[in-house]
């Protein structure tokens, strides 16, 4: 018996010193593309731009009001309008919870959420980037949660609003789903071919059928993670899927419904989360090391011989080496495309809220999805069930 604690023992004292547990801490980027990674050795980091990452300092950005970051489960978002990271599931006590950092003025606030039959530990999620509402499916059924203009948490709580069955087969599916071009993506459902993904269109509140099939390098048909790049200024056009094999690097572009297939992930870890600026695409690993690959979105060739690099500057802090056999150790991490500088994290660079936001969505036209996506920036909510198609109505009207 003791020979067995004391192994257990060792167990623990061997596991990286460099975070909490695997799942309590996330990275996400603010508007200016600079990485912040919360809840490292129970601090939080600005690490800069990409250009950065092999050699600078992060700096300390813990204050106070933060989440205690006890959750298992804690996921986070960037409001691209609001410079805001939305952090899910990071307070055990309040479960339901949504912290926001403003990234802007450096300030942490704690929005209390109706759960209204949601399930906070068992969910996917994304953030819709014009209408600022999160989209979930938790256990075959959709919710909604209208996150509003929200930088800052109200004194009253916000609500999931339950939508409904997903349209979506979703037994024996664990959701893969990202954002773009005002669709979600839905990865991995059984019965689409390789190479496929079911899609929710969200401004007209439908799920189209039969799955969008890509053109290029095929993505299997399997679980993985997924997680779209944005842009400077309008919806994502692009989304990472990485399979749980992590094999390769599956770019997809959801204007040309093409693939690319880049290099695969150093450290294979199906328990990796990711997160994109314009041009990076990041992995926290379960172990807590980070690192990174650079994605230029128009040029192919770059991304061909893209490699996966550490994030030698945070690993360095929080003591994780990434992984993989160092597979990751090239110093030549800053021979990247990702150039976007500019500097301070201060938050101007998303300054549009309402009235911008519905000017930078017209500006850049879904191809071919005929969205009214001028008329349905910031402040039109749907969500998933027939009643938004009442408010697309209301739209549509408001149009003439
Ligand atoms: C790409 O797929 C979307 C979603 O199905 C569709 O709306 C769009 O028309 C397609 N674009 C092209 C260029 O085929």
């Known amino acids: 018996m003791p020979r067995l604690y004391t192994v257990a023992l060792l167990a623990l004292l061997s596991a990286p010193s460099a975070l909490a547990a695997a799942g309590s801490s996330c990275v996400a980027f603010d508007t200016a593309w600079n990485l912040l990674a919360f809840n490292f050795n129970g601090k939080d980091y600005n690490a800069g731009t990409s250009d950065s990452w092999?050699?600078?300092?992060?700096?300390?950005?813990?204050?106070?009001?933060r989440p205690p970051f006890d959750g298992t489960n804690t996921k986070c978002y960037l409001a691209q309008f609001f410079n805001a990271i939305y952090v899910l599931g990071a307070d055990k006590s309040k479960p339901n919870d949504l912290y926001i950092y403003d990234a802007g003025n450096k300030k942490w606030s704690d929005q209390s959420v109706n759960a209204a039959g949601f399930d906070p530990t068992s969910y996917e999620a994304i953030l819709d980037h014009d209408t600022n509402v999160f989209y979930a499916v938790s256990k075959g059924e959709t919710f909604s949660l209208d996150m509003g203009d929200l930088a800052t948490a109200n004194s009253s709580a916000v609500s999931w609003v339950d939508g409904g069955a997903a349209?979506?087969?979703?037994?024996n599916y664990d959701p893969v789903m990202s954002v773009a071009q005002n669709?979600?993506?839905?990865?991995g459902v059984p019965g689409n071919a390789a190479g496929s993904a079911s899609i929710f269109v969200i401004h007209f509140a439908f799920w189209q059928t039969p799955a969008q099939a890509f053109t290029g390098d095929a993505f299997p048909a399997t679980h993985g993670q997924a997680t779209s790049f944005f842009l400077d200024e309008g919806v994502q056009q692009q989304?990472?899927?990485?399979?749980?094999?992590?094999?390769?690097?599956?770019?997809?572009?959801?204007?040309?419904n093409s693939t690319a297939a880049l290099a695969g992930p150093s450290t294979v870890d199906a328990a990796a989360t990711y997160f994109a600026s314009t041009t990076a695409l990041v992995q926290l690993a379960a172990n807590?090391?980070?690192?990174?690959?650079?994605?230029?979105?128009?040029?192919?060739?770059?991304?061909?011989?893209?490699?996966?690099?550490?994030?030698?500057?945070?690993?360095?802090?929080?003591?994780?080496?990434?992984?993989?056999?160092?597979?990751?150790?090239?110093?030549?991490?800053?021979?990247s495309t990702a150039s976007k500088t500019s500097g301070a994290a201060g938050g101007s660079a998303a300054t549009g809220k309402a009235g911008s936001a519905s000017g930078s969505a017209g500006a850049s036209t879904p191809s071919g999805s005929g969205a009214p996506s001028a008329a349905v920036g910031r402040g039109a909510s749907v969500a998933w069930g027939a009643g938004s198609v009442l408010g697309l109505v209301g739209i549509a009207f408001s149009l003439l």
Do not use: C, M, Q, R
């Not at 092999?54 to 009001?65: K, V, Y």
């Not at 669709?183 to 990865?187: K, Q, T």
């Not at 980070?290 to 893209?306: I, R, T, Y």
């Open 239 to 256: 989304i990472a899927f990485i399979p749980d094999d992590g094999s390769k690097t599956y770019i997809v572009n959801v204007e040309t």
């Open 54 to 65: 092999a050699s600078g300092t992060p700096t300390d950005i813990t204050t106070t009001g």
């Open 167 to 171: 349209e979506i087969t979703t037994t």
């Open 183 to 187: 669709h979600i993506f839905f990865f």
């Open 288 to 335: 807590g090391a980070l690192s990174w690959l650079p994605v230029d979105p128009k040029d192919a060739s770059a991304n061909a011989a893209a490699k996966w690099s550490p994030v030698a500057s945070l690993n360095k802090i929080t003591g994780s080496a990434a992984g993989g056999g160092g597979a990751a150790t090239s110093a030549g991490a800053s021979g």
